[in-house]
C-alpha cells in the first residue's frame, strides 16, 4: 500500500466502536463515534497556514485531508450523553513509498499540533508514531474489506517504558443510497 491509496481508500464516512483501557486510571471506555475523512488540495488555507507553521516545503507534500469527528463515550463523568467533537488537518510528507512524516494540526493523545512518522507494513498496515511532551502514541489502521477497517493505539509514557493507555477500533464506512 502507499501513502495515495491508503486516502483515498479512507475518505468517506465511518461508525467506529472504540474501546479502550486507561491504565492510569483502571478505567475501561467504550465510545461511539461518526469519522469523516476527506481529501483536501494542497492550495487550502488549512493545509497553507499548517505548512507555514512547520516552515514545510510545499513541493514534498502528498494527499492531504481532513478528518472530523463526534463522539459519544460512557466515561463522561458529568453528564454521559455529552458529545465530543473536533477536526484535524493532516499533510503527508512522503519520505519514500513506504514512509514519512505527518504533519497533524492537532494530535490523537494530546490537543496539540504534532508531527509525526508513518510507515506501511508488508500487509499494507497504516503505523503511526507520535512523540509528544509526556507520551508516544503509536496508531495502526488496517483494512479488512473495502468498506471495514480496524484502528489500534497504544499510548505509553515519555520514556517508552509504561503502557497508558490501548483501545481498538472497528470502524464500517457509511454507504450512501
Request: glycine letters at 6%.
Amino acid at each position: 500500500m502507499d501513502l495515495a491509496t491508503f486516502v483515498e481508500r479512507s475518505e468517506g464516512t465511518w461508525r467506529s466502536m472504540r474501546s479502550g483501557h486507561s491504565l492510569a486510571f483502571q478505567q475501561f471506555e467504550e465510545v461511539l463515534s461518526q469519522i469523516k475523512i476527506e481529501r483536501l488540495s494542497p492550495a487550502d488555507p488549512q493545509v497553507v497556514e499548517l505548512l507555514e507553521s512547520t516552515s514545510q516545503d510545499p513541493g514534498l507534500i502528498q494527499s492531504p485531508f481532513q478528518m472530523e469527528w463526534s463522539a459519544e463515550s460512557d466515561w463522561e463523568p458529568d453528564d454521559p450523553s455529552e458529545v465530543s467533537s473536533g477536526s484535524c488537518v493532516l499533510v503527508p510528507v512522503p519520505a519514500d513509498p513506504s514512509s514519512g512524516s505527518l504533519l497533524r494540526s492537532v494530535g490523537y493523545a494530546e490537543a496539540e499540533q504534532a508531527i509525526s512518522t508513518y510507515r506501511f507494513l508488508s500487509d499494507g498496515t497504516f503505523v503511526l508514531s507520535t512523540k509528544y511532551g509526556q507520551s508516544i502514541a503509536e496508531e495502526r489502521i488496517w483494512f479488512v474489506s473495502e468498506h471495514v477497517r480496524c484502528r489500534s493505539s497504544v499510548l505509553r509514557t515519555s520514556e517508552g517504558s509504561g503502557v497508558l493507555q490501548t483501545s481498538f477500533a472497528s470502524e464500517v464506512r457509511r454507504l450512501s443510497l
